[in-house]
Structures are given as C-alpha cells and as structure tokens.
Nanobody, 126 residues
Framework: QVQLVESGGGLVQAGGSLRLSCAASGRAFSNYAIGWFRQAPGKEREFVTAISRSGINTYYADSVKDRSTIRRDNAKNTVYLQMNGLKPEDTAVYYC???????????????????WGQGTQIAISS
C-alpha cells in the first residue's frame, strides 16, 4: 500500500507557474505509475499527466502538454509537476494517484489508479 500527499498548490495570477509535489510513503514507490488528475467545481475529474515507473515514459493531456512537465525522483519517493503559463481554466483541485502496474507505461483513466491523495487546490486569477 502507498499513501500520497500533494503539496504546492495556491493562488497564482494567470501566466504564472507552480510546481506541485506528490510525496509517497510506503514501500516500492518505483513499482507505481503516478498520475495527476484535476477536478474543477461541477466537473468530472480529468486526466492531466502521468509518468511510468521508470520515469522514461510520460503522458500529457492536450490542454497542458505544451506548458507542463512531470518527472519523478524514485530515491525521494516524489513526483513533481511543473506547470507554466497557468490559465484560469486550470483552476481545480489537483490529485496524484498511484497505479500498481507491471509495465513501464501509465494510464489516463481514473479507474486504473489504486491509491489517491487528498488533493491540493490551484486557483488562477485572471
């Protein structure tokens, strides 16, 4: 089992940047693909980005792919999401999630993920 804690959210002006962190506790962090999802008020949770167990393979939603970078540090049990050029439509609660997966890929489906953090709020002012 793994516990996930997100941090780094806050209130930012449009065009600004944030770095979110997802810190994991528990064993064998490198056995998990990690995904970031977000949920805005009144909307369904949606995929943002994901990274494979090794960190070699990364995946991005079209809405963020040109201005976001995901990376992981397995020695620190942490995944980072750097977001630049933030827009008001990025306002949401951001969740990280872990997927026990034998391969070196990552899913963009919420149902694939076994463990979830509590979320961190990002609010972008125009």
């Amino acid at each position: 089992q793994v516990q996930l804690v997100e941090s780094g959210g806050g209130l930012v002006q449009a065009g600004g940047s944030l770095r979110l962190s997802c810190a994991a506790s528990g064993r064998a962090f490198s056995n998990y693909a990690i995904g970031w999802f977000r949920q805005a008020p009144g909307k369904e949770r949606e995929f943002v980005t994901a990274i494979s167990r090794s960190g070699i393979n990364t995946y991005y939603a079209d809405s963020v792919k040109d201005r976001s970078t995901i990376r992981r540090d397995n020695a620190k049990n942490t995944v980072y999401l750097q977001m630049n050029g933030l827009k008001p439509e990025d306002t949401a609660v951001y969740y990280c999630a872990a997927d026990v997966y034998d391969g070196d890929n990552a899913s963009d489906f919420t149902s694939a993920y076994d463990y979830w953090g509590q979320g961190t709020q990002i609010a972008i002012s125009s």
